[in-house]
């Protein structure tokens, strides 16, 4: 078969574009540094570096929602400081209002300045954070979480928001907290029970907080405590209420001040001088109470005082002391939860972080060129390209005519 000279010169044409393109795609991979630039280049590592990419999106997501999170929660963390130096300054001003020397205008004014601490605390509880969800909303649902309704029928603060707190993920941690369980939920009293003067006492009769001396021994029932004079002795007498019998033991005692009347497990200190008919009503079953309310009871308290001492401020001011620390005991408890949050949220961060250098070292893997051994190739290429067209433009200036004469 015989080969024409246009033929081979078609050929080596050809060869020669072909070695020019292939020369071109290993510069261009040279300069981007990639090995895969479309599917063609390798198809099977292109799926899989679109796979890797994929699963490095999705860490990157994972990654972009925990940095929020606990951006809201170290938010959230220094609101709750702010709350509890809030609680401890209304403490000082409650042991100044025990000041034997104060009288009403004093305690107007200690009044006045814990009212305002009120309207702080408040503000803290409606805090947002840098995105503008509320910090204390628990699961949503008010854009402000916290509403005063104090005065005149007025119901007092009042949680909107929805209660409860969002589930910790395997990646993802809760953007607020559950504001009803720390500002609404405050045990009254002592936590198992509450002491309170009856209205119509006459006496100077009080009492401390109270403690539970045997857990077990409890009953969770009502009692009421009355006082009468017997023959010049003053006796007390402690009724079941609940069930409307009395407690055995504690009929016709005789009463001193200081005494500590103890019974179904339960204790508590009785001072001052009470006048016959004059009582004293224990309360088991007291619902919870909130923080704001707690404020607003002891502020009326103030207020409303007119001597110096005057039993029932005595007793409201122990009693908002223990209920003031019961309330603190929680913003802590929250505190503790949110720094259990943010060490949690430093190892789902190493995973993560762990995780996505994974993922980018697969797909540079899939992807990526060899440099040393892409521009070893190139000057393989080059020098081979360089020969052909040497050789090709030798071969072309040959021809018959040059041997015809």
Same mark, same amino acid.
């Given at each position: 078969?015989?080969?024409?000279?246009?033929?081979?010169?078609?050929?080596?044409?050809?060869?020669?574009?072909?070695?020019?393109?292939?020369?071109?795609?290993?510069?261009?991979?040279?300069?981007?540094?990639?090995?895969?630039?479309?599917?063609?280049?390798?198809?099977?590592?292109?799926?899989?570096?679109?796979?890797?990419?994929?699963?490095?999106?999705?860490?990157?997501?994972?990654?972009?929602?925990?940095?929020?999170?606990?951006?809201?929660?170290?938010?959230?963390?220094?609101?709750?400081?702010?709350?509890?130096?809030?609680?401890?300054?209304?403490?000082?001003?409650?042991?100044?209002?025990?000041?034997?020397?104060?009288?009403?205008?004093?305690?107007?004014?200690?009044?006045?300045?814990?009212?305002?601490?009120?309207?702080?605390?408040?503000?803290?509880?409606?805090?947002?954070?840098?995105?503008?969800?509320?910090?204390?909303?628990?699961?949503?649902?008010?854009?402000?979480?916290?509403?005063? /309704?104090?005065?005149?029928?007025?119901?007092?603060? %009042?949680? #909107?928001? *929805?209660?409860?707190?969002?589930? @910790? +993920?395997? !990646?993802?941690?809760?953007?607020?907290?559950?504001?009803?369980?720390?500002?609404?939920?405050?045990?009254?009293?002592?936590?198992?029970?509450?002491?309170?003067?009856?209205? /119509?006492?006459?006496?100077?009769?009080?009492?401390? %907080?109270? #403690?539970? *001396?045997?857990?077990?021994?409890? @009953? +969770?029932? !009502?009692?009421?405590?009355?006082?009468?004079?017997?023959?010049?002795?003053?006796?007390?007498?402690?009724?079941?209420?609940?069930?409307?019998?009395?407690?055995?033991?504690?009929?016709?005692?005789?009463?001193?001040?200081?005494?500590?009347?103890?019974?179904?497990?339960?204790?508590?200190?009785?001072?001052? !001088?009470?006048?016959?008919?004059?009582?004293?009503?224990?309360?088991?079953?007291?619902?919870?109470?909130?923080?704001?309310?707690?404020?607003?009871?002891?502020?009326?308290?103030?207020?409303?005082?007119?001597?110096?001492?005057?039993?029932?401020?005595?007793?409201?001011?122990?009693?908002?002391?223990?209920?003031?620390?019961?309330?603190?005991?929680?913003?802590?408890?929250?505190?503790?939860?949110?720094?259990?949050?943010?060490?949690?949220?430093?190892?789902?961060?190493?995973?993560?972080?762990?995780?996505?250098?994974?993922?980018?070292?697969?797909?540079?893997?899939?992807?990526?060129?060899?440099?040393?051994?892409?521009?070893?190739?190139?000057?393989?290429?080059?020098?081979?390209?360089?020969?052909?067209?040497?050789?090709?433009?030798?071969?072309?200036?040959?021809?018959?005519?040059?041997?015809?004469?």
């Amino acid at each position: 078969m015989r080969v024409a000279t246009a033929n081979s010169y078609d050929n080596t044409i050809a060869q020669l574009t072909k070695r020019q393109a292939e020369l071109s795609a290993l510069q261009g991979q040279i300069a981007t540094g990639k090995r895969v630039q479309k599917a063609s280049d390798d198809p099977v590592a292109a799926v899989l570096s679109e796979a890797a990419q994929n699963r490095l999106t999705r860490v990157q997501a994972d990654q972009r929602a925990l940095e929020a999170s606990k951006t809201s929660i170290v938010q959230g963390e220094s609101a709750l400081g702010q709350a509890g130096e809030i609680l401890q300054n209304v403490r000082d001003q409650l042991i100044s209002a025990g000041n034997g020397s104060y009288g009403p205008h004093e305690y107007k004014d200690i009044a006045l300045q814990i009212e305002g601490m009120r309207d702080e605390l408040l503000s803290v509880a409606n805090q947002k954070n840098s995105s503008g969800r509320t910090l204390f909303g628990g699961l949503g649902g008010a854009e402000t979480p916290f509403i005063d /309704s104090f005065g005149p029928g007025g119901s007092g603060v %009042t949680f #909107q928001g *929805l209660r409860g707190q969002e589930a @910790t +993920g395997d !990646n993802s941690l809760p953007q607020s907290f559950d504001g009803n369980a720390v500002f609404m939920r405050i045990p009254q009293g002592n936590g198992t029970f509450v002491l309170s003067q009856s209205a /119509s006492n006459t006496g100077s009769v009080r009492t401390d %907080t109270g #403690q539970v *001396l045997n857990p077990s021994a409890l @009953t +969770g029932q !009502n009692y009421s405590i009355s006082f009468a004079d017997n023959a010049g002795t003053m006796e007390y007498s402690v009724t079941n209420t609940t069930t409307g019998l009395p407690v055995a033991g504690q009929t016709g005692m005789p009463y001193t001040p200081g005494t500590a009347i103890a019974f179904d497990g339960l204790s508590f200190e009785v001072n001052g !001088n009470p006048q016959t008919g004059d009582s004293i009503t224990l309360d088991a079953s007291a619902p919870p109470t909130d923080i704001f309310k707690v404020l607003q009871n002891v502020v009326d308290a103030l207020r409303s005082a007119t001597t110096n001492n005057s039993p029932e401020l005595m007793q409201a001011l122990g009693r908002t002391t223990a209920e003031l620390d019961s309330g603190h005991d929680r913003i802590l408890q929250a505190r503790s939860m949110a720094g259990a949050w943010l060490a949690r949220a430093d190892s789902i961060d190493t995973l993560l972080t762990d995780r996505a250098v994974a993922h980018q070292t697969e797909q540079s893997n899939l992807e990526d060129l060899d440099m040393v051994q892409g521009i070893s190739d190139f000057q393989n290429q080059q020098t081979g390209l360089q020969a052909a067209l040497q050789s090709y433009a030798q071969v072309q200036r040959l021809s018959l005519f040059q041997y015809i004469g």
